[in-house]
């Protein structure tokens, strides 16, 4: 996979052959960065030398994703200076290594005659400084671990040659001489808060197998104790604590060390003999948009989004002072029988077998041999970002030793890890947050309830007092009439009874008189009598008249009392209604809270699932991630899982079947999605896809290339720019392809992307991609006439180192081009280069302390100035005279390292009669 990346490291493979290397620069390896303070470990930078895979990883994906980056173990070499035994005893003895710091070598004599190269990530001189070994070996592992990974760092070496002085020193006599343990603490409390985050340390011994807990002595037998769910190690037994401020942790080590030196005593043994590992442990929450595991699409339901649970960062930094690695004396000189030495060796040789098991890439890893390689599980083939120092001595009586220390280092240089970012969801936090909302909930539905219940229970209250008001009055009043009338009525009737006995002794007078009477007699008093009678009746009319009077008044009450009645009826039907339309309420009421307890019930259930799904994808990221092909998620999940790994004829098949199961021109449609985020997940599977060189063709087959460069003209995200250009440069390694992009206006939209970039990594895959197309000899006039070479030159601005390494790729690509077109005689008269103004930056960094670049340009010079004498040879000559390029032409000639490039610059010098008349003029001896 690797060597179809988009740069070309094949001059520096062929310059490499020259001598020897243990270990051959594997193309996988990082190009060696020259930024000032040269750390072993780039933040964020991928190892593998594929362009899209290191565009994918500087848009930042490899912190946000758990599916973790390759990371190799980095290993750094540093050397003691002699101490004053030393300068007496080996003054008559010749130096036994040669260092070469700023190409990263060292040279261990074999013999007379003969010398052996080794390259190390970093090569640390004996007058390198505590400041600067912190620097390039520990603090990018400590920057890691505040980012959220766990992180080693480790030393190994023979007894007295540096690992404490390296790793332990307090410096409290002299701050300069502050060794990592100190200063990494320094870096991890200026970066944590300490009212949101957690700062803890435990400090232990290994011997013979036993851990010893350095900050309780009386604790002698700590476990180790394995997570089977995710293979995480834990010591429960050994004391943590807590960390306030610097000068607790400083304590905390000098009690440490007091420890260690009366547990060896008590042992009989040597702190030489035992390991040392200092762990800190960092717990830090993160914000939302942070956060790997919230950006995470888990669920997209609306309530769920609602509920997304906190999330916290749980990383360790383990430090290792290694045991001496010399081999133990057998015959006992410490006073131990053969067993014990035996015992006292296994953890050192057992982390040896390891990793040689893992630099071959054996099936079989022997982690449970010892107690070291168990607790280092994570720091060697784990998750861990780490970082070896391996310290040598000067003297040529220990040259045994000092090769089996190098040879161990080489070997874990080439030990791989998959750094996994420590995150996970506070569901307890969640979960509390979550019961406290339902109590409230309930307690809130809870009073409503009870107030709807008080006040149904006060109207009917009411209403029933009413009705029973009402019907008393109407009682009371329909009384009250009936005795009114009862006693008119017996007073009348006592009246007609008392005139009717009036009326009767009249009435008997009469009868006597009137009967044996005359007749006339008898007139007269008959009609006395009539009028007697005509009175009475009259009396008695009058009498029924008012009665009937009476009578009507008391038949208006009583209507009058009807209609009342009825009126108190309706106004009791009216109650009646209020009571019915109140008990609905109070049953939809009832309803809403069934509804609220069922909401409450897949609330519940929801967060049952929320907790499985996260177990389940933690479990599935252990196992590596390779589950069924679902969208496109999976689909990226699974290239960043192919790309991690070293690319084998397996991985190749999966990438394959992804393309069957997806489809590629699925993918290319979702190009042009309309949400951004799909449109940079799609863009990242095509240039993972577009490193490998099997599906280039593919690729551009169903348009891919045409959306790339779309993409560059009508997206406005950076990161999309980034990555569109690295899957361009690695499509530009082709030359059908880069006819095609030229044809399809590439290099304009290339320098508009260089025109208005800031990344560093943007710029770097857009001079890439632009360095590729100056390597094709059809294309220079047409890519310098649409602006390419002052687009490259463009983006020098920058300064970054590997933007610039690009550049000059470029450069010398053109120059080669040109030169050749010249030999050809299908070009004559001056370089398109030196007329776009290329000359000045070409001498200003000819000279550039980064061999990338150096190398790059020094072709470039002698290319432009051409050993065969041409017309284009003479009038670049002319022009590099007058640009000061002569004087670099003349260095590169006498000092170059390469002796190919050497050669050819004196060649250049010698066959140009207008350098050599110079030369003459200046009297330079050549
Ligand atoms: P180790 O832990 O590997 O056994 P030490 O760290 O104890 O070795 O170092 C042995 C001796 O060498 C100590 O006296 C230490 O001060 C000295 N020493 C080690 N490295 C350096 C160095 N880089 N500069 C000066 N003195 C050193
Ligand atoms: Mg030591």
Same mark, same amino acid.
């Given at each position: 996979?690797?060597?179809?990346?988009?740069?070309?490291?094949? =001059?520096?493979?062929?310059?490499?052959?020259?001598?020897?290397?243990?270990?051959?620069?594997?193309?996988? #390896?990082?190009?060696?960065?020259?930024?000032?303070?040269?750390?072993?470990?780039?933040?964020?930078?991928?190892?593998?030398?594929?362009?899209?895979?290191?565009?994918?990883?500087?848009?930042?994906?490899?912190?946000?994703?758990?599916?973790?980056?390759?990371?190799?173990? !980095?290993?750094?070499?540093?050397?003691?200076?002699?101490?004053?035994?030393?300068?007496?005893?080996?003054?008559?003895?010749?130096?036994?290594?040669?260092?070469?710091?700023?190409?990263?070598?060292?040279?261990?004599?074999?013999?007379?005659?003969?010398?052996?190269?080794?390259?190390?990530?970093?090569?640390?001189?004996?007058?390198?400084?505590?400041?600067?070994?912190?620097?390039?070996?520990?603090?990018?592992?400590?920057?890691?671990?505040?980012?959220?990974?766990?992180?080693?760092?480790?030393?190994?070496?023979?007894?007295?040659?540096?690992?404490?002085?390296?790793?332990?020193? +307090?410096?409290?006599?002299?701050?300069?001489?502050?060794?990592?343990?100190?200063?990494?603490?320094?870096?991890?409390?200026? =970066?944590?808060?300490?009212?949101?985050?957690? &700062?803890?340390?435990?400090?232990?011994?290994?011997?013979?197998?036993?851990?010893?807990?350095?900050?309780?002595?009386?604790?002698?037998?700590?476990?180790?104790?394995?997570?089977?769910?995710?293979?995480?190690?834990?010591?429960?037994?050994?004391?943590?604590?807590?960390?306030?401020?610097?000068?607790?942790?400083?304590?905390?080590?000098? +009690?440490?060390?007091?420890?260690?030196?009366?547990?060896?005593?008590?042992?009989?043994?040597?702190?030489?003999?035992?390991?040392?590992?200092?762990?800190?442990?960092?717990?830090?929450?993160?914000?939302?948009?942070?956060?790997? &595991?919230?950006?995470?699409?888990?669920?997209?339901?609306?309530?769920?989004?609602? +509920?997304?649970?906190?999330?916290?960062?749980?990383?360790?930094?383990?430090?290792?002072?290694?045991?001496? #690695?010399?081999?133990?004396?057998?015959?006992?000189?410490?006073?131990?029988?053969?067993?014990?030495?035996?015992?006292?060796?296994?953890?050192?040789?057992?982390?040896?077998?390891?990793?040689?098991?893992?630099?071959?890439?054996?099936?079989?890893?022997?982690? !449970?041999?010892?107690?070291?390689?168990?607790?280092? !599980?994570?720091?060697?083939?784990?998750?861990?970002?780490?970082?070896?120092?391996?310290?040598?001595?000067?003297?040529?009586?220990?040259?045994?030793?000092?090769?089996?220390?190098?040879?161990? *280092?080489?070997?874990?240089?080439?030990?791989?890890?998959?750094?996994?970012?420590?995150?996970?969801?506070?569901?307890?936090?969640?979960?509390?947050?979550?019961?406290?909302?339902?109590?409230?909930?309930?307690?809130?539905?809870?009073?409503?309830?009870?107030?709807?219940?008080?006040?149904?229970?006060?109207?009917?209250?009411?209403?029933?007092?009413?009705?029973?008001?009402?019907?008393?009055?109407?009682?009371?009043?329909?009384?009250?009439?009936?005795?009114?009338?009862?006693?008119?009525?017996?007073?009348?009737?006592?009246?007609?009874?008392?005139?009717?006995?009036?009326?009767?002794?009249?009435?008997?007078?009469?009868?006597?008189?009137?009967?044996?009477?005359?007749?006339?007699?008898?007139?007269?008093?008959?009609?006395?009598?009539?009028?007697?009678?005509?009175?009475?009746?009259?009396?008695?009319?009058?009498?029924?008249?008012?009665?009937?009077?009476?009578?009507?008044?008391?038949?208006?009450?009583?209507?009058?009392?009807?209609?009342?009645?009825?009126?108190?009826?309706?106004?009791?039907?009216?109650?009646?209604?209020?009571?019915?339309?109140?008990?609905?309420?109070?049953?939809?009421?009832?309803?809403?809270?069934?509804?609220?307890?069922?909401?409450?019930?897949?609330?519940?259930?929801?967060?049952?699932?929320?907790?499985?799904?996260?177990?389940?994808?933690?479990?599935?990221?252990?196992?590596?991630?390779?589950?069924?092909?679902?969208?496109?998620?999976? +689909?990226?999940?699974?290239?960043?899982?192919?790309?991690?790994?070293?690319?084998?004829?397996?991985?190749?098949?999966?990438?394959?079947?992804?393309?069957?199961?997806? *489809?590629?021109?699925?993918?290319?449609?979702?190009?042009?999605?309309?949400?951004?985020?799909?449109?940079?997940?799609?863009?990242?599977?095509?240039?993972?896809?577009?490193?490998?060189?099997?599906?280039?063709?593919?690729?551009?087959?169903?348009?891919?290339?045409?959306?790339?460069?779309?993409?560059?003209?009508?997206?406005?995200?950076?990161?999309?720019?980034?990555?569109?250009?690295?899957?361009?440069?690695?499509?530009?390694?082709?030359?059908?392809?880069?006819?095609?992009?030229?044809?399809?206006?590439?290099?304009?939209?290339?320098?508009?992307?260089?025109?208005?970039?800031?990344?560093?990594?943007? &710029?770097?895959?857009?001079?890439?991609?632009?360095?590729?197309?100056?390597?094709?000899?059809?294309?220079?006039?047409?890519?310098?006439?649409?602006?390419?070479?002052?687009?490259?030159? *463009?983006?020098?601005?920058?300064?970054?180192?590997?933007?610039?390494?690009?550049?000059? !790729?470029?450069?010398?690509?053109?120059?080669?081009?040109?030169?050749?077109?010249?030999?050809?005689?299908?070009?004559?008269?001056?370089?398109?280069?030196?007329?776009?103004?290329?000359?000045?930056?070409?001498?200003?960094?000819?000279?550039?302390?980064?061999?990338?670049?150096?190398?790059?340009?020094?072709?470039?010079?002698?290319?432009?100035?051409?050993?065969?004498?041409?017309?284009?040879?003479?009038?670049?000559?002319?022009?590099?005279?007058?640009?000061?390029?002569?004087?670099?032409?003349?260095?590169?000639?006498? =000092?170059?390292?390469?002796?190919?490039?050497?050669?050819?610059?004196?060649?250049?010098?010698?066959?140009?009669?207008?350098?050599?008349?110079?030369?003459?003029?200046?009297?330079?001896?050549?």
């Amino acid at each position: 996979m690797a060597a179809s990346g988009g740069y070309n490291y094949r =001059d520096a493979a062929t310059q490499r052959s020259s001598f020897k290397v243990d270990r051959p620069l594997s193309v996988n #390896s990082n190009p060696k960065s020259a930024v000032k303070s040269k750390p072993l470990l780039p933040p964020r930078r991928n190892s593998t030398g594929s362009i899209g895979a290191a565009a994918a990883a500087a848009a930042g994906t490899a912190s946000k994703d758990n599916t973790g980056v390759p990371g190799r173990v !980095r290993v750094a070499v540093r050397l003691r200076p002699r101490n004053s035994d030393e300068m007496i005893s080996d003054a008559d003895f010749a130096e036994i290594v040669e260092l070469q710091p700023e190409l990263k070598r060292l040279k261990l004599r074999r013999n007379n005659w003969d010398l052996d190269t080794y390259e190390f990530d970093e090569v640390l001189t004996e007058f390198a400084s505590q400041k600067r070994v912190y620097e390039v070996v520990a603090k990018p592992v400590v920057e890691s671990v505040l980012e959220g990974y766990n992180g080693t760092v480790m030393a190994y070496g023979q007894t007295g040659t540096g690992k404490t002085y390296t790793l332990g020193r +307090l410096g409290e006599e002299d701050t300069a001489a502050r060794g990592i343990m100190v200063r990494a603490m320094e870096d991890i409390l200026a =970066d944590v808060s300490l009212e949101s985050d957690s &700062l803890s340390v435990s400090y232990l011994q290994l011997y013979m197998e036993t851990i010893h807990d350095l900050l309780d002595p009386a604790n002698d037998s700590i476990s180790i104790v394995e997570d089977p769910k995710t293979g995480d190690v834990s010591l429960p037994g050994a004391s943590l604590v807590e960390i306030r401020d610097h000068k607790s942790f400083v304590e905390l080590l000098r +009690l440490g060390e007091a420890h260690r030196f009366a547990t060896n005593t008590k042992l009989n043994t040597e702190s030489s003999r035992s390991h040392a590992i200092l762990m800190v442990h960092v717990k830090k929450s993160v914000k939302g948009r942070d956060s790997a &595991l919230s950006s995470q699409n888990v669920n997209n339901s609306h309530t769920v989004k609602s +509920l997304k649970p906190p999330v916290v960062r749980k990383s360790k930094l383990i430090v290792v002072d290694l045991a001496g #690695s010399e081999r133990i004396d057998k015959s006992g000189s410490e006073g131990h029988t053969l067993e014990e030495a035996k015992s006292i060796n296994l953890s050192l040789s057992a982390l040896g077998k390891c990793i040689n098991a893992l630099a071959e890439n054996s099936a079989h890893i022997p982690v !449970r041999d010892s107690k070291l390689t168990r607790l280092l !599980r994570d720091s060697f083939g784990g998750t861990a970002r780490t970082s070896l120092v391996v310290t040598i001595g000067p003297s040529p009586r220990h040259r045994g030793e000092t090769a089996s220390t190098i040879m161990f *280092g080489q070997r874990a240089m080439k030990v791989e890890n998959m750094l996994k970012l420590k995150e996970e969801f506070d569901y307890k936090s969640l979960s509390r947050r979550l019961d406290i909302q339902l109590d409230k909930l309930i307690a809130e539905h809870e009073r409503q309830q009870k107030a709807f219940e008080d006040e149904i229970e006060r109207i009917a209250a009411e209403a029933q007092n009413q009705i029973t008001e009402v019907e008393k009055n109407y009682a009371d009043a329909l009384e009250k009439e009936r005795l009114k009338y009862q006693k008119d009525y017996m007073e009348s009737i006592k009246k007609l009874e008392e005139q009717l006995v009036m009326n009767q002794p009249k009435h008997d007078f009469e009868k006597v008189t009137n009967g044996p009477k005359d007749d006339k007699s008898n007139v007269t008093s008959s009609k006395e009598i009539c009028r007697l009678h005509v009175e009475e009746i009259n009396d008695l009319r009058k009498l029924l008249q008012r009665e009937t009077s009476l009578r009507k008044a008391a038949e208006e009450e009583t209507s009058n009392l009807k209609s009342q009645l009825t009126q108190w009826k309706r106004s009791e039907a009216a109650g009646n209604s209020e009571i019915l339309k109140l008990r609905k309420m109070l049953e939809d009421e009832a309803h809403q809270k069934e509804k609220l307890e069922g909401e409450i019930a897949t609330l519940h259930s929801q967060l049952l699932q929320l907790s499985f799904d996260a177990d389940e994808t933690s479990r599935q990221l252990d196992r590596g991630g390779l589950g069924k092909v679902g969208g496109l998620d999976s +689909l990226m999940t699974q290239v960043r899982h192919l790309q991690l790994k070293e690319s084998g004829n397996e991985d190749k098949a999966s990438i394959a079947k992804i393309f069957e199961q997806v *489809g590629l021109q699925k993918i290319l449609s979702l190009l042009e999605a309309e949400d951004n985020d799909v449109r940079i997940h799609a863009v990242k599977v095509v240039a993972n896809l577009a490193a490998e060189e099997a599906n280039q063709e593919k690729i551009v087959e169903a348009g891919g290339l045409t959306s790339l460069l779309m993409l560059l003209k009508t997206s406005d995200d950076e990161t999309i720019h980034r990555v569109a250009a690295g899957a361009i440069a690695n499509l530009a390694m082709n030359e059908t392809n880069q006819e095609l992009i030229m044809s399809q206006g590439g290099i304009s939209l290339l320098s508009m992307t260089a025109a208005n970039g800031e990344d560093p990594q943007t &710029l770097r895959m857009v001079a890439g991609a632009i360095a590729n197309l100056c390597g094709n000899d059809k294309l220079q006039s047409k890519l310098r006439a649409e602006g390419g070479i002052k687009a490259l030159l *463009g983006m020098v601005r920058c300064g970054h180192p590997d933007v610039l390494a690009q550049v000059a !790729r470029g450069i010398a690509n053109f120059a080669k081009c040109e030169s050749r077109a010249s030999t050809q005689g299908t070009k004559n008269g001056r370089s398109l280069l030196i007329e776009d103004g290329a000359l000045s930056w070409i001498v200003q960094n000819a000279n550039n302390e980064a061999s990338p670049i150096r190398r790059h340009i020094e072709l470039a010079l002698c290319h432009l100035a051409q050993h065969e004498f041409t017309i284009f040879s003479e009038t670049n000559a002319k022009d590099m005279i007058s640009g000061g390029a002569l004087w670099e032409l003349v260095r590169i000639s006498r =000092d170059c390292s390469r002796e190919d490039i050497r050669t050819l610059a004196y060649r250049t010098l010698t066959s140009s009669p207008t350098f050599q008349g110079e030369l003459r003029r200046l009297r330079i001896d050549n």
